[in-house]
């Protein structure tokens, strides 16, 4: 996007209050993690850095299960202003027993809107140090309770809640889905 994704004006406020408005009607704490803290002090959540060098998707994982306190941890990426509270608290509901819930609509597999066990933070950490960054890499060895299509359905049949804003096109599309652009 060659910006801060998080920060960009989606319905009058940015990205990154979407999914923290969302997230704080389902938890009763929120960790952000970034390379830019300073950016994020106005918010009413846990502020962490990337506790490796390495950067990446499962660095930013492990890094705020790292900084958690909770035994299940959901997990989800700024960019993704349409999270259904329902279909969250659902999926927390499910998580005992497994080390992730992951959302796998059709043949695609959801791994930034999952929860986590924080008992898988050592296994996160030697694929790191391995040089993974990709989260799917650990699922193998890992107990998950995938969340099928009919469950979706249920809370999310037009699964608004994978749509992530990765490109230009994509955020502009998002915004005049907005009432702006059909005046």
């Known amino acids: 996007m060659g910006k801060d994704k998080a ?3 989606l319905a009058g406020k940015p990205l990154i209050e979407h999914v923290m408005n969302t997230l704080q009607s389902v938890f009763g704490s929120i960790i ?3 390379n830019t803290p300073q950016r994020f002090a106005a918010y009413d959540a846990v502020v962490v850095t990337d506790v490796f060098s390495k950067r ?3 660095t ?3 890094s705020g299960m790292r900084s958690s306190s909770s035994e299940y941890n959901f997990v989800v990426a700024c960019d993704m202003p349409y999270l259904n509270r329902d279909l969250i608290t659902y999926m927390a509901g499910l998580a005992e027993g497994y ?3 992951v959302p796998a609509p059709g043949d695609f597999l959801e791994p930034l809107h999952a929860i986590y066990c924080r008992a898988l933070l050592p296994l996160m950490e ?6 993974n960054q990709r989260i799917r890499k650990i699922f193998p060895d890992l107990r998950i309770r995938y969340i099928r ?6 809370f999310d049949p037009g699964r608004k809640s994978f749509k992530n804003l990765n490109t230009p096109q994509e955020y502009e599309e998002a915004a005049c889905a907005d009432w702006e652009c059909r005046n």
């Open 126 to 131: 030697r694929q790191i140090e391995q040089g």
């Open 99 to 101: 080390d992730a819930v």
């Open 32 to 34: 952000i993690v970034t």
């Open 149 to 154: 299509e009919s469950e979706i359905d249920r």
């Open 56 to 58: 990446g998707p499962l």
């Open 60 to 62: 930013g994982i492990y």
């Open 7 to 9: 920060f960009l004006d």
